[in-house]
């Protein structure tokens, strides 16, 4: 089993990151269902939906103010550093849940954002989209055509964007191994992504302090935190890779 493992590893072509929320939990930003989550004290119905979004346009903006500041303040950690180190001996892509942007500033060059960014906004109605870092002085912001801007990600019930997803699959499909790190992996459709890796006959490894519901379907499931297991994992990667 092991020399199995060792040898695919030592084999592999293209690795693929799937990342969540508790890679950027030692860069200063909350989860969504860990201890101190989101979820533990909001309702993800009335800031995650775009009916909570019409309901209350304010309360779901100053949300992702709060947020966009913490998230601009933050760095990166030794997790996405290791991820982005890794590229240079390997094809590594990012299909990351976030919409922090840190495995971008880390400096992956292939990440996919599967729910979005909070840099960029979208106008409800036209088909204006920017990007932004600065506060706005009136919440909610309002599009140059008169309709209301909203934070470029997804919410639930929403799709994801098609071109982003269709890629994504692609890459679960033809990787060698698949690093699941930081992610609960109770969102659909972002948690199917192991089971396209798998098809194809893939290696997954999980990093997550706690068990999530695919542990048991893992090669290697690593409970600690991704800041201390992927500098670690990359390393053992690096050597083992035939490069
Ligand atoms: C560490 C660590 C450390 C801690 N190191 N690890 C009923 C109604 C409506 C929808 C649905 C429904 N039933 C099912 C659905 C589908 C829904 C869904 O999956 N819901 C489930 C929750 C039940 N999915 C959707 O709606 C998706 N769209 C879709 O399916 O479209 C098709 C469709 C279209 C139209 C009609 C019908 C279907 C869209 C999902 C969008 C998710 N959006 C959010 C918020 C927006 C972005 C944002 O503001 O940030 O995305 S919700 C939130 O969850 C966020 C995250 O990206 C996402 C995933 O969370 P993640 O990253 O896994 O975080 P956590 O907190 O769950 O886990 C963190 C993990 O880290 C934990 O395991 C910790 O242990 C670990 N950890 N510290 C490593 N240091
Ligand atoms: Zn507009």
């Not at 060792?6 to 693929?16: D, F, M, P, R, S």
């Not at 979820?39 to 119905?45: E, F, G, I, T």
């Not at 790190?181 to 893939?202: E, F, I, K």
Request: include cysteine; aromatic fraction near 6%.
């Amino acid at each position: 089993m092991f020399k199995d493992l060792e040898n695919k590893l030592k084999n592999a072509e293209k690795i693929v990151f799937v990342t969540g929320a508790g890679i950027s939990q030692e860069s200063g930003i909350p989860t969504f269902r860990g201890k101190d989550g989101y979820w533990r004290k909001h309702d993800p119905m009335k800031l995650a939906t775009i009916d909570a979004f019409y309901e209350d346009p304010k309360l779901v903006w100053e949300w992702y103010e709060d947020r966009r500041k913490n998230i601009l303040a933050a760095q990166p950690n030794p997790g996405h550093k290791a991820i982005a180190e890794l590229e240079k001996y390997v094809k590594v892509v990012v299909l990351t849940q976030n919409i922090d942007g840190l495995h971008q500033r880390a400096g992956s060059t292939n990440v996919l954002e599967l729910h979005g960014s909070i840099i960029r906004i979208k106008c409800t109605v036209c088909d204006f989209k920017d990007e932004v870092t600065s506060t706005f002085e009136r919440l909610p912001p309002i599009c140059k055509c008169g309709e209301m801007l909203r934070p470029d990600v997804v919410w639930f019930g929403e799709g994801l964007p098609q071109d982003v997803w269709g890629e994504a699959i692609n890459h679960a499909n033809s990787c060698d191994v698949m690093i699941i790190a930081g992610t609960s992996l109770v969102v659909s459709p972002a948690n199917s992504l192991p089971m396209y890796a798998r098809q194809n006959n893939s290696i997954l490894i999980e990093v997550n302090p706690e068990p999530t519901v695919m542990t048991s379907d893992m090669d290697l499931s690593l409970q600690t935190t991704s800041a201390n297991a992927l500098p670690q994992l990359v390393s053992i990667l690096k050597s083992d890779l035939n490069v």
